[in-house]
């Protein structure tokens, strides 16, 4: 039994989104997953960090579940900034049980235990530099309690974190988001949303006994990675 991350799908099988504007590497990535998730065994975990589906309601992205829900694994989701499916978690749970999507689950202030390790997470907030724009404070700590009761329900003395944005990117950090790490003494954290160039300044490492990774698909070649956690 193994815990694995990766978030960044963009599946758009009922629709046409192409994704060559993150370069050639995203052609036949719904054919580059499969291949990656084949290292996954059904009684494995998988992470996925949010942008699961291009589509704007849940009923839009059905075929997109039904392939997520046809990879090896136990699927426990994270929302993305691109999930306009995502709605509230009652709806989401019987949405996922009347069409027998029963790998999948839905993490919403909640933490789930997997091979030890208590899974925690939320979307996270960013400060998209090239904008200019001002955080929205009312939305970022709306998240920092979302992770705050993510992490409150942790189960075991392990935890990872999962968010959908990066809390350190390039100059950038979200110091909301790091102290809510730091106190609650978590010592990795795995995140998702940077693609393309913007990769080369993901940060990849170490800092205040927390390791950050960037598991978005692309980068990581479409295959999860396998989560340790010590």
Request: proline share 2%; glycine share 8%; hydrophobic share 40%.
């Amino acid at each position: 039994m193994a815990v694995y991350a990766i978030g960044d799908l963009h599946l758009s099988l009922s629709g046409d989104k192409p994704m060559d504007v993150f370069g050639q590497r995203w052609e036949n990535h719904v054919e580059k997953l499969t291949e990656g998730f084949a290292k996954v065994k059904e009684e494995d975990t998988v992470i996925l960090c949010g942008d699961l589906s291009w589509g704007m309601t849940m009923e839009e992205a059905l075929e997109d579940f039904r392939f997520i829900n046809s990879l090896p694994g136990r699927k426990i989701v994270v929302k993305g900034n691109h999930d306009y499916w995502w709605t509230t978690l009652s709806k989401m749970r019987a949405f996922l049980s009347v069409n027998e999507l029963n790998s999948i689950e839905i993490m919403h202030n909640s933490s789930f235990s997997a091979d030890g390790i208590s899974v925690c997470g939320t979307r996270g907030w960013f400060f998209e530099e090239e904008t200019g724009a001002e955080h929205d404070k009312k939305i970022l700590m709306r998240e920092v309690g979302r992770l705050k009761a993510s992490l409150a329900a942790a189960e075991n003395s392990k935890k990872a974190v999962f968010l959908h944005y990066p809390p350190i990117y390039g100059s950038y950090r979200c110091e909301e988001i790091l102290s809510v790490l730091r106190e609650s003494g978590v010592r990795h954290c795995y995140y998702g949303h940077i693609h393309g160039k913007g990769m080369a300044s993901a940060f990849n490492g170490w800092e205040n006994g927390t390791e950050y990774r960037l598991i978005s698909a692309d980068y990581l070649n479409f295959t999860p990675l396998k989560v340790e956690v010590f």
